[in-house]
């Protein structure tokens, strides 16, 4: 008989929270005892570290997941119109997220609130990176329209998967790769699809273990970003209102949007009954903040509450948990630019357009788990060309936002499912 008690451990999402406490005395510690160089020599690294290991696992992430989401979609065939609406619907809600959040980024400019000679101390800090990319959209520019078609196919995979920021290129060759996999015998397509089934779970396992050092890197990037700032306010409340622009645009999103939608196309289900439905699925999702974990309990409640077939929930709902993520993208769109806003980097129309639809695609490759978008995001900012370093602003506050986009995240799913249900009857 085993008569050892397990030690109660602290959850996840409170190791993060206290990591932030942490970080934030440890900075102002060392700005009163003016040892900021020991900051960023013996702390610093750690959440530099965390951020590299969130690199390091981006590439195998996005192609595994793509490939394993698209090859999940063999039943697409078998039911083609259901699939292809789902799908549809799926893109349309989430390029309006991102538009939205591209709009809020835009008209709130959280990122201005940073003092001006803080954010000048970043640039320069920056500096090379930033130059650097100014020149490759400096050299895009003179090339000519088609020339976007170079940046999505790689003429080598090996080459495009050595670097992060060739994101397009890596889900280009994953796309391809899934639907070759589909189109051969089932015989020979099995042992496959069974090795990426179980590559799946690696990488998620290694996504854990990383996810894992989030407490670690929250502690260090903090502590980094008080000495930085020197102390200075601002940064905060920049962040304050960067978190309160996410808040909103979740909330018009879960409150109003899908509303809108379930009222325009929900056939006969009700706003009101739609609302009291989900709500006991958003509050799951809000404390797990995991959409893959919801999934049940979303499940469950679309079929017994809003009365969708299980034919219908059983083939969108796991679809959406890895294809729809309204929450994240709009969240991306908005971190993205607050990021750049700091920074100081002005982005173009065509910058602008970039993150638009790196947004939508990248969380069709982010996994619903905590934090699963840190992954993601350290990628999409190295490819619109914005240094992955300005992760280190935002993660540390992150858990809250989380926990919103996820129940964002769920609520589309639930909305697109009730949709699909109703044009089916
Ligand atoms: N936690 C989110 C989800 O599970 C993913 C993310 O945005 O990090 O839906």
């Known amino acids: 008989m085993n008569n050892r008690k397990r030690r109660p451990t602290i959850p996840l999402y409170l190791q993060i929270l206290l990591g932030m406490a942490a970080g934030i005395i440890?900075?102002?510690?060392?700005?009163?005892l003016h040892v900021e160089t020991f900051v960023s020599h013996w702390i610093m690294p750690w959440g530099q570290l965390f951020i590299r290991m969130l690199q390091l696992i981006a590439i195998p992430l996005i192609f595994v997941t793509l490939v394993k989401g698209v090859v999940g979609l063999k039943d697409i065939s078998k039911f083609s119109k259901l699939g292809t609406k789902t799908?549809?619907?799926?893109?349309?809600?989430?390029?309006?997220?991102?538009?939205?959040?591209?709009?809020?980024?835009?008209?709130?400019?959280?990122?201005?609130?940073?003092n001006k000679d803080i954010a000048a101390g970043l640039q320069e800090t920056y500096q090379n990176v930033i130059a650097e990319k100014a020149l490759a959209a400096e050299q895009v520019q003179g090339k000519g329209p088609l020339s976007f078609l170079n940046d999505i196919v790689p003429g080598n995979i090996i080459h495009a998967a050595g670097n992060n920021s060739n994101m397009l290129q890596v889900i280009f060759f994953a796309i391809l790769f899934a639907v070759a996999i589909l189109l051969i015998s089932q015989e020979k397509a099995k042992p496959v699809i069974d090795f990426f089934d179980g590559l799946n779970d690696v990488i998620l396992k290694m996504v854990d273990f990383i996810i894992r050092l989030a407490p670690m890197g929250?502690?260090?990037?903090?502590?980094?970003?008080v000495t930085d700032f020197k102390g200075d306010g601002s940064i905060f409340s920049a962040l304050g209102l960067y978190a309160v622009t996410v808040a909103v645009a979740m909330f018009v999103i879960m409150f109003l949007f899908y509303p809108l939608m379930i009222w325009l196309f929900g056939g006969k289900i009700r706003v009101k009954d739609f609302l009291r439905a989900i709500y006991p699925v958003q509050l799951f999702a809000f404390t797990t903040s995991s959409s893959a974990v919801t999934l049940p309990v979303t499940m469950k409640v679309v079929e017994s509450e809003l009365k969708v077939s299980k034919e219908v929930s059983s083939f969108v709902l796991p679809i959406g948990v890895t294809v729809n993520m309204d929450g994240t993208s709009c969240y991306q769109a908005i971190a993205i630019l607050f990021i750049a806003q700091v920074l100081g980097i002005d982005l173009t129309l065509s910058q602008i357009l970039t993150i638009l639809f790196m947004t939508i695609l990248s969380s069709i490759g982010t996994p619903g788990i905590p934090g699963g978008t840190y992954v993601i995001l350290a990628m999409v900012l190295t490819s619109v060309g914005i240094p992955a370093e300005g992760l280190a602003l935002i993660i540390g506050i992150d858990r809250p936002l989380d926990m919103l986009r996820t129940a964002v995240n769920v609520t589309g799913d639930a909305a697109v499912a009730s949709i699909v249900d109703q044009r089916q009857k």
């Open 87 to 114: 799908l549809l619907i799926y893109l349309c809600t989430t390029a309006i997220a991102v538009s939205f959040g591209v709009g809020a980024g835009l008209v709130v400019h959280p990122g201005d609130l940073v």
């Open 218 to 225: 929250v502690t260090a990037l903090m502590a980094g970003l």
């Open 26 to 32: 440890i900075g102002i510690i060392a700005l009163l």
